[in-house]
Nanobody
Framework: QVQLVESGGGLVQAGGSLRLSCVASGGAFNSLRMGWFRQAPGKEREFVANFAWGNSFTNYSGSVKGRFTISRDVAKNTVYLQMNSLKPEDTGIYYC????????????WGQGTQVTVSS
């Protein structure tokens, strides 16, 4: 199974920026489909951004499109989430996820990193 470790969360004022990182191990990074999800207090986990299979395209939720950017560094087995123009409603625990070709959905998850945006 793929192991994922996130970092980069923290407390930031509205309008600020953060960059989350997720290091993957235990799998061939180039063969994984990577994504970011988040869970706000009292709400279910929701999709934020991911790479499509083949890593040629990216997908974003409507609430973050234009503000967040997902990227990856193959040499470092790392996927990033650059978050700009943060809003209080972006507050939550952010999770990195990985999917292998044998899985029908994301099967590996990190422990999460807390992002808090103050107004």
């Amino acid at each position: 199974q793929v192991q994922l470790v996130e970092s980069g969360g923290g407390l930031v004022q509205a309008g600020g920026s953060l960059r989350l990182s997720c290091v993957a191990s235990g799998g061939a990074f180039n063969s994984l489909r990577m994504g970011w999800f988040r869970q706000a207090p009292g709400k279910e986990r929701e999709f934020v951004a991911n790479f499509a299979w083949g890593n040629s395209f990216t997908n974003y939720s409507g609430s973050v499109k234009g503000r967040f950017t997902i990227s990856r560094d193959v040499a470092k087995n790392t996927v990033y989430l650059q978050m700009n123009s943060l809003k209080p409603e972006d507050t939550g625990i952010y999770y990195c996820a990985a999917q292998t070709r044998r899985e029908v959905d994301f099967g590996s998850w990190g422990q999460g990193t807390q992002v808090t945006v103050s107004s």
